[in-house]
């Protein structure tokens, strides 16, 4: 496993030229996040973060769908926070949206200046990039209101696909440094109701919402998986 600031360099070299044509390719296979926007259910003055804002191309969505909202975005690459800040400024959201870098694993309101905890903390595929995913979970966890809950849309493990199709995918995910994380699947599967889980067909991404249940990181078998640095 490698640092944080190697991390960081890591997803400034692999978005530096994708950031640019980022929305245009993922709307065909991030499947999910417009439903995960829809059921956010937040009220005026609530506060949402999503964890890996990338663009911000969903906070953008969610200050729209949810103008009462106060939103801030984290993301471990300077240069996709460029596009980012680039992208509110745009679309004149620079008041309500505060963006910062910084990582999954060590954030907290004070990453925004903030000091209560946030209502919704949103995972939108990033989880299958942040290596310490199970430690970006627990500080999800820890940085909830006490109404709060996580949000997850991200790849599933692929059981209903055709097996030749799954190791393909899986091959060309592992060229962005995507790992699906098919443990928590399995754990949320066991552990959650069905209104808070959603498995899209073929098992090819899943969404989750909901406070972690007792012990679920626990019951998450293995280390952690790292990105790899090519």
């Not at 964890?51 to 993301?75: E, K, V």
């Not at 060309?172 to 928590?184: A, D, G, N």
């Not at 069905?194 to 007792?214: I, K, M, N, Q, T």
Request: proline share 4%.
């Amino acid at each position: 496993m490698f640092g944080r600031g190697s991390h960081g360099a890591l997803m400034d070299r692999v978005y530096k030229r994708q950031r640019h044509i980022y929305n245009i390719t993922r709307r065909y296979y991030l499947i999910g996040r417009d439903e995960l926007i829809r059921g956010l259910g937040l009220r005026p003055g609530d506060s949402a973060v999503e964890i890996g804002c990338g663009t911000a191309r969903n906070l953008i969505a969610i200050a729209r769908r949810h103008p009462g909202a106060r939103l801030f975005g984290l993301d471990a690459s300077r240069a996709m926070l460029e596009t980012a800040a680039e992208a509110v400024a745009r679309a004149g959201l620079s008041r309500r949206i505060t963006l910062a870098q910084g990582f999954a694993e060590a954030f907290s309101p004070g990453s925004f200046g903030e000091s209560a905890g946030f209502d919704a903390v949103v995972f939108s595929y990033s989880l299958s990039m942040i290596p310490d995913w199970r430690r970006a979970l627990a500080a999800a966890q820890e940085t909830l209101s006490a109404t709060g809950r996580i949000h997850v849309v991200d790849f599933g493990d692929f059981g209903g696909l055709p097996r030749g199709a799954a190791v393909a995918l899986r091959f060309w995910l592992k060229r962005f440094h995507v790992v699906p994380r098919s443990e928590l699947l399995r754990v949320l599967e066991s552990a959650s109701s069905e209104s808070d889980l959603h498995v899209y067909a073929g098992r090819y991404a899943f969404r989750w919402r909901g406070a972690l249940p007792e012990g679920v990181l626990a019951n998450v078998a293995g280390p952690p998986q790292a990105a790899e640095i090519s």
